[in-house]
């Protein structure tokens, strides 16, 4: 969006929860809000990873502007559930973190139906006011430690036996994978750092998975600059699922280590979520612009093979580039 469009392009709320990942869209022109009445008549929109309240959708698609619907996949499943649940009669139980912009997008698409439990004993509570016979859902926030989830998630299912869950889980395969990375290393390490940034759900959840699986010392940074002078032994290093890349191998360079480093393989990922569909729609009505400007025939879809597009964005082909490539080039 930054190249199809003159800056500045508004994005509503933070697009990840890393500062790292929104101060470059800030350099590159990016203008973040928390209220879409905040952005003029006809700009450009970009509605965050974490997903928005129903209302809000409505809202941003208003007054002639240009929106562009960012929200996980993965996020837009829950969405669904919940209102396909409480469509048919169910109360939904939500387990999450009160405030977190995906909680907050989610509980919108059904307030009435939906109810949030962030512990064992706030199902038991919720319990107390649903009536024997009533259908009861759980779903939860994607970001979640699984150990935190696992423990509710056990509970609700003993207390209402008929308890109705998704197939497959909600909890996002790039959290649960780092978890399972991180305890397979944390047992060994004398120290770990977890890199993201504080308002980062799952980066918070690894720093307790982290301590949980027995390692005594968990320092949460930004960066490389913000690293503790006195590491020593075995240091774990994991990062949040927003975390780029680069500061992955900042983090690494500066620790300097002198035994090496020993990189714990736990999961191939091959999932792959293509760009938003009015991002595509944009660059197909760029791409056939300019070939129309250029006597050429306009293409039948986006160019698929690696590399810049006509258009310059670089998101062609985006099954073989990875965010952190687009990122560097950006900023590059």
């Not at 960012?70 to 669904?80: G, Q, S």
């Not at 994978?177 to 504080?198: E, P």
Request: charged fraction near 25%.
């Amino acid at each position: 969006m930054v190249r199809v469009f003159e800056p500045p392009v508004y994005c509503y709320h933070e697009i990840v929860h890393n500062r790292h990942v929104v101060d470059q869209f800030r350099a590159q022109g990016v203008v973040f809000v928390d209220d879409v009445d905040d952005v003029p008549d006809g700009a450009p929109l970009m509605l965050s990873a974490h997903g928005s309240a129903p209302q809000v959708v409505v809202a941003a698609r208003g007054r002639n502007r240009t929106v562009v619907d960012a929200v996980c996949p993965l996020v837009t499943k829950v969405h669904h559930e919940l209102k396909v649940r409480a469509g048919k009669g169910y109360t939904v139980l939500y387990v999450g973190h009160e405030g977190h912009e995906e909680a907050v997008g989610t509980m919108a698409v059904a307030p009435d139906s939906v109810r949030m439990v962030r512990t064992v004993a706030e199902v038991d509570d919720v319990a107390e006011g649903i009536p024997a016979d009533s259908p009861v859902a759980l779903l939860a926030q994607t970001t979640l430690s699984h150990d935190e989830w696992s423990e509710i998630m056990a509970r609700a299912q003993e207390r209402f036996p008929d308890l109705w869950m998704p197939n497959r889980s909600d909890l996002c395969f790039a959290t649960t994978n780092r978890q399972a990375a991180l305890k397979a290393i944390a047992g060994r390490a004398d120290a770990v750092v977890v890199i993201g940034s504080f308002n980062s759900s799952n980066t918070r959840a690894l720093e307790k998975v982290a301590r949980a699986w027995g390692c005594e010392r968990v320092v949460r940074v930004n960066d490389a600059a913000e690293l503790p002078d006195d590491l020593s032994g075995t240091v774990g290093v994991t990062a949040g699922a927003s975390a780029p890349d680069e500061l992955v191998d900042a983090v690494v360079a500066r620790l300097a280590p002198t035994g090496g480093v020993e990189e714990v393989h736990v999961t191939d990922e091959d999932e792959y979520f293509p760009p938003p569909p009015e991002l595509r729609d944009l660059l197909r009505g760029l791409a056939a612009a300019l070939c129309l400007g250029l006597t050429a025939p306009p293409p039948a879809e986006v160019p698929s093979a690696p590399g810049p597009d006509a258009a310059g964005t670089g998101l062609s082909g985006d099954r073989h580039v990875s965010a952190a490539d687009v990122l560097a080039r950006l900023a590059g």
